[in-house]
């Protein structure tokens, strides 16, 4: 069966539900150490310019956000569905996602110590977001594709990556001129997000999930839904697509890094350089996925990351929600005052592990406790569509 007949007729694809359940799997151990203070490197995001692991997990999840695009559309237009409709269900669901990352940014909504009242995060409500972004890049990057072509949408990808650098680059912002990428307040995005955002940014005068940083995000869904057309095409065998995957990958790559020269690889204010950079690399780990889980049928141990998954959007959110459970839940041990969270990793963990070590094992807690909840849906067929 084809991988264009196999999706036409509902089949799942296993590798991308595997990527994006690992890609969750990652978020969530990053935005879950024990202790901020004490994290290995590799599990952190670069100060600036640069990258590490964990700043591969965001464009990664964009890029499966565009393919999940193609796949999905081209399901549904096979079995009738009209531009129109389909262009409606995705403003919808968009919608409910940017909703739902401003739920949890204003979450835990009231505060009952030392008096009732509204908290803080909804007083002074995060706008920008992770899920807001996310949101915003499935609604173009669905338009894009229902309505225009392939070449037009890779046109859009070249300009918006290019017309970014030059924003960023050659539009003086005040007090600290042209081209300032190496401050997080002096930059152009930055300079936008204290304009129209002031007092709802996640910090004082910047934001990593601002609005100008969005469009190079966009261009990240694009090499998602570039990366997707490429898998649907009824013309070339499963070998070749995935040359495909890995000679493209390699090319965006090369030319990240070459931009990095003059435009840094830098994740908060998403550069062109970025997007390339990690489009590349996410092209070649989906194509190893789908050779190794689709083409291969080696599936043995993929059924973590797929549980992840098919409630990927579920999973996260609710992952946000207890973390800051965890916290809220205060009382007394030992004649101490401790958090939940505070109980777990300074009395239990770091009792048989360092700070360092028990930190860690508190990440991995979250993501045991999660994918059981997440399995246990797979096993009873719950899958949340947002």
């Not at 901020?36 to 964009?62: E, M, R, V």
């Not at 697509?241 to 931009?259: C, E, H, M, V």
């Amino acid at each position: 069966m084809t991988t264009l007949s196999g999706i036409s007729s509902g089949k799942r694809l296993v590798s991308l539900d595997f990527f994006r359940g690992a890609t969750v799997a990652a978020m969530i151990l990053v935005n879950n150490p024990g202790s901020w203070s004490h994290i290995y490197g590799p599990l952190k995001h670069a100060a600036w310019h640069g990258w590490t692991p964990t700043d591969l997990i965001f464009p990664f999840f964009l890029f499966i956000v565009g393919v999940s695009i193609v796949l999905a559309f081209t399901k549904a237009k096979a079995k009738g569905a009209d531009d129109s409709d389909l262009l409606k269900k995705t403003l919808i669901r968009a919608a409910k996602i940017f909703v739902l990352g401003l739920a949890l940014s204003a979450f835990p909504y009231l505060t009952f110590i030392p008096d009732f009242g509204l908290h803080q995060n909804l007083i002074d409500i995060r706008i920008p977001g992770v899920l807001q972004r996310i949101a915003i890049c499935y609604a173009v990057g669905a338009f894009l594709f229902l309505y225009t072509k392939p070449r037009t949408q890779m046109l859009t990808l070249g300009g918006l990556l290019i017309g970014y650098w030059i924003l960023m680059m050659a539009i003086p912002v005040p007090g600290y001129g042209a081209g300032a990428i190496d401050t997080a307040e002096g930059n152009l995005a930055a300079y936008i997000d204290q304009l129209l955002l002031s007092g709802h940014m996640w910090k004082e005068n910047w934001d990593p999930e601002g609005l100008l940083s969005t469009l190079p995000a966009i261009g990240t869904t694009l090499i998602g839904i570039w990366t997707g057309r490429m898998l649907m095409s009824d013309k070339e065998s499963e070998s070749s697509r995935t040359i495909q995957f890995f000679i493209w990958g390699f090319i965006l790559i090369i030319l990240g890094y070459a931009w990095s020269w003059i435009f840094p690889v830098n994740k908060n204010i998403w550069t062109s350089s970025y997007t390339l950079f990690t489009g590349g690399q996410a092209m070649c780990i989906f194509g190893l996925c789908y050779w190794f889980i689709d083409v291969k049928s080696k599936q043995r141990f993929t059924d973590w990351g797929v549980a992840y998954g098919i409630n990927a959007i579920t999973v996260f959110f609710l992952s946000g929600v207890i973390a800051r459970v965890f916290n809220m839940i205060r009382f007394s041990y030992g004649g101490e005052s401790y958090t939940l969270k505070g109980w777990i990793y300074e009395v239990v963990l770091s009792s048989i592990a360092s700070p360092i070590n028990a930190s860690l094992l508190y990440a991995i807690m979250w993501i045991v406790l999660f994918y059981l909840l997440a399995a246990w849906m797979k096993k009873k067929n719950i899958i949340i569509k947002v």
